[in-house]
């Protein structure tokens, strides 16, 4: 009878109630010899360590079911010697088997975080036996660690055994397994399917491209499930799609993207360190801060919110709280690279330049395709004034991650620091190749205006950045073209330009310099001595300001710059 109830507590969810009867059942039962008894005492021990492992009690709930596996081996045992098996009671078909128990003290193991020991319970079960969920914890084991070939075994076992486990087929994908035969596995598994499988198949091809680091065509292909396909306003897709966007360097699409998720579902959690990045790219300071308080109200238990607020701390100058709070989602997920990330450039903001290149080399260890890591590193060298070590970086993210216009500027940038000026037209050469990829890329905007300023280029800089503004506003191309009509003595509409500019980000200390400079200077339309000593130090300031060139403005303003 209190075995009967004590399935009851478990089925109706009372973890306590379950606790309490099988604590007091298994003291009555480890005095009985009897083998019917110590077949129930078994299911007590697994039943008490299922209430403990529910209430968080780890290390308790694992001793407990090490105590039911050590009673199985001696049941095994025993019956080798020759022992009768047993004649009633609970027979071996009710008894909780013993890759089920292993597979709980992996969770337990987890739980306490020793890896190796949840790595060697799961090991301990024979591959023949081993379900698919066993496989796939394997599996992201393997992955982690970096034992691919291992990982790629267990993935697709898994696959073998549920073809429509997609995270296995995500695995595969990212360890370099070709969407062919990714697709193969998939799709034969469900071969005798009546459905119309071929969303699934644009899918798995979407992903598919991220193997070449193709992640334009990744996202067109997502987008396209989303505005033709089954697929409209899929959450999971569109954050795909997202973070495929992001990773591409196109920060206005993605952004759009994760606010459609946003409006959708308002609790997604997901993703949004990566949103809140584009949100303090472009300093939206109040965005930020109201993403953070939202996300800390869904959940405090996952990396993302701690990201969100970090970013938003080191948007307002908190550096050190940002540099905590990154850790803090560190160390919730050892694998999370946007905390690290992150966290690299708060210690960068906070001068402490040996310390950044430590994070920024971690984080290119755990995600080599990610552009953030190799600029992080790029801008620390240049802040130390190692520009050969800059220049290297740079070519090494090129050679990684393909010309594509992030890395081109990126490159560009180290290129136009040379105090020699020797390498100035291979930088702008460069921008003009990463502007023939993307014409509205801001990053190869702002910096080839950069090199036009400081070669006193004042015409071609103002032509350059009046197309731009055609199409897109941002405060740091009005003031830049503010500086540009500044040195040509347009200083009405370098006045209007630098005025746009603070109204746009009043943040902008140095629009703000030049707003008040040209005010200064064309106070008074009655030219005196001083006011010609005023035109000439206005030249002279703006010349200053042309010389620093984006490299600083790179560094300095990674969280206020806007883009695209």
């Known amino acids: ?47 008490q360590a299922d209430s403990m492992y529910e209430n968080g009690v780890y290390k308790q709930a694992e001793g407990l079911y090490q105590k039911a596996l050590q009673m199985q081996l001696q049941k095994a045992s025993s019956r080798a010697r020759g022992s009768k098996s047993d004649s009633n009671g609970c027979l071996d078909k009710d008894i909780t088997s013993d890759i089920v128990v292993k597979y709980k003290v992996y969770l337990c193991n987890i739980g306490l975080d020793r890896k190796d020991e949840a790595k060697t319970t799961l090991e301990s079960i024979p591959a ?69 499988l071929e969303w699934l198949s644009q899918w798995i091809k979407a992903h598919a491209f991220t193997t070449t680091k193709d992640y334009t065509k990744a996202a067109d292909t997502l987008a396209s499930l989303d505005t033709k396909g089954p697929l409209r306003n899929n959450t999971i897709t569109l954050l795909s799609m997202a973070e495929f966007q992001f990773l591409a360097g196109n920060y206005t699409n993605a952004k759009n993207t994760y606010q459609r998720v946003r409006v959708l579902d ?98 290119f260890r755990l995600a080599p395709h990610r552009f953030e890591p190799h600029q992080g590193l790029v801008d620390c060298y240049i802040v130390a004034g190692k520009l050969r070590e800059a220049f290297t970086t740079a070519k090494n993210c090129v050679k990684t991650l393909g010309a594509v216009p992030q890395t081109l500027t990126v490159l560009a ?30 990053q190869a905007v702002y910096v080839k205006a950069d090199i036009m300023i400081q070669n006193q280029d004042y015409d071609e800089a103002i032509e350059l950045l009046r197309n731009q503004l055609i199409h897109q506003s941002t405060g740091q191309l009005h003031r830049k ?84």
């Open 1 to 47: 009878m209190f075995f009967d109830q004590l399935r009851i507590l478990q089925r109706e969810g009372l973890p306590g109630s379950t606790e309490l009867l099988a604590c007091f059942l298994t003291s009555i039962n480890e005095s009985c010899p009897s083998t019917e008894d110590q077949t129930m005492l078994h299911e007590l021990y697994i039943a």
């Open 128 to 196: 023949k036996q081993r379900t698919a969920k066993v496989n796939m914890a394997l599996a992201k084991i393997y992955h982690k660690e970096g034992s691919e070939r291992c990982a790629i075994t267990s993935y697709k076992e898994v696959l073998r055994q549920c073809p429509l486990a997609l995270e296995a087929a995500l695995g595969l994908l990212n360890l370099g397994v070709t969407g062919a035969e990714v697709a193969s596995l998939v799709m034969n598994g469900i071969s005798d399917s009546q459905e119309n």
């Open 266 to 363: 308002s609790l997604v959690v997901k993703g949004m360190d990566m949103y809140s990045w584009i949100l303090a790219k472009e300093n939206n300071v109040k965005e930020l801060e109201k993403l953070a308080n939202s996300l800390m109200q869904v959940t405090d238990k996952r990396p993302e919110p701690w990201i969100v607020m970090a970013q938003y701390c080191i948007a307002t100058k908190r550096c050190t709280r940002a540099i905590y709070l990154a850790q803090k989602a560190y160390t919730l997920d050892n694998y999370n690279v946007q905390a690290v990330i992150v966290k690299g450039f708060a210690l960068m903001e906070l001068n402490k330049i040996q310390e950044a290149i430590n994070h920024f080399r971690e984080a």
């Open 413 to 442: 940038v180290v290129l136009a620091k040379d105090p020699t000026g020797s390498t100035h037209e291979k930088a702008k050469a460069l921008m003009d190749k990463a502007l023939s990829i993307d014409p509205y890329y801001l």
């Open 481 to 564: 073209l503010g500086d540009c009509l500044a040195a040509t003595n347009d200083f009405q509409n370098s006045l209007d330009q630098y005025k746009i500019a603070v109204s746009m980000d009043a943040n902008d200390s140095k629009a703000q310099e030049g707003l008040e400079r040209v005010e200064k200077a064309s106070s008074s339309l009655d030219m005196s001595p001083t006011d010609e000593d005023d035109f000439e130090q206005l030249g002279d300031s703006v010349d200053e300001m042309s010389g620093e060139i984006s490299g600083s403005e790179w560094v300095n303003n990674q969280f206020s710059m806007s883009s695209r």
